[in-house]
């Protein structure tokens, strides 16, 4: 049982170099969701997802796509990357029981990474 | 608009001192409340309370819900330095799916 997974660990782009966030879970949870962590602002929600087919934006979506084919895989693509974007990226995932998570979520280890 | 907000935005003390942290929150369908202890890596869960009046603790950790008053607290008594962490609270809106995080509060331990 791995949990969450996230990849790469740590990635360089430059500006306008489109790129994809692997997050992967074992725990057969309905809800995933994508964060990013910048200093002094917390984690904020770019978007998430309740289940396959199904996925909705959070407070910062610009920039970013994301689908859910599947259960288990929630990517993340960065368009056209911005030096705005570089930050400290979160996946996390938890059970979804129709009136919202039920559980806590669970995060991935983070990926980090640097727009030039 | 969801706002969690978190108090004091950082703390130092000396080991064996308690700590006392603070999160209010402003979250329409309201349906938990979340601690997370964030050292160099991902957040790791603490608690998530639900209902208000009911402690929840863990060893030296403990936290508390107040659903009228809007606010969380969260206790860690005879700190240790490895208590050193940002530790972040999250509101559940279970209407939207969402939670929303306050900034964090930064506490350091000095031994």
């Known amino acids: 049982n791995a949990g969450v997974t996230q990849t790469p660990k740590f990635q360089v782009l430059k500006t306008g170099q489109s790129m994809t966030l692997q997050c992967a879970q074992d725990?057969?949870?309905?809800?995933m969701s994508w964060y990013r962590q910048d200093p002094g602002m917390g984690l904020r929600l770019i978007h998430y997802?309740?289940?396959?087919?199904?996925?909705d934006q959070g407070e910062v979506p610009n920039g970013y796509n994301v689908s859910r084919s599947t259960t288990e895989d929630f990517p993340l693509r960065l368009l056209s990357a911005a030096p705005s974007q570089t930050s400290v990226y979160f996946c996390?995932?938890?059970?979804?029981?129709?009136?919202?998570?039920?559980?806590?979520?669970?995060f991935g280890p983070g990926t980090r990474l640097l727009v030039l | 608009e969801d706002k969690v907000v978190q108090s004091p935005l950082s703390l130092v003390v000396h080991e064996g001192d308690t700590v006392t942290l603070n999160c209010s929150y402003e979250?329409?369908?309201?349906?938990?409340l979340l601690w997370y202890k964030q050292e160099k890596k991902a957040p790791t869960f603490l608690f998530m309370l639900?209902?208000?009046?009911i402690e929840k603790k863990s060893g030296r950790l403990s936290s508390i819900l107040d659903k009228k008053e809007l606010f969380s607290i969260l206790n860690i008594t005879a700190t240790q330095t490895g208590d050193s962490a940002v530790y972040l609270c999250?509101?559940?809106?279970?209407?939207?799916?969402?939670?929303?995080f306050g900034t964090g509060t930064r506490l350091k331990v000095l031994a």
């Open positions: 999250a509101g559940h809106n279970s209407g939207t799916y969402k939670y929303i």
């Open positions: 639900t209902s208000s009046g």
């Open positions: 979250v329409t369908n309201f349906r938990s």
């Open positions: 997802s309740v289940g396959a087919g199904i996925t």
């Open positions: 725990m057969n949870h309905e809800y």
């Open positions: 996390a995932s938890s059970t979804y029981y129709g009136q919202g998570a039920r559980e806590t979520q669970y």
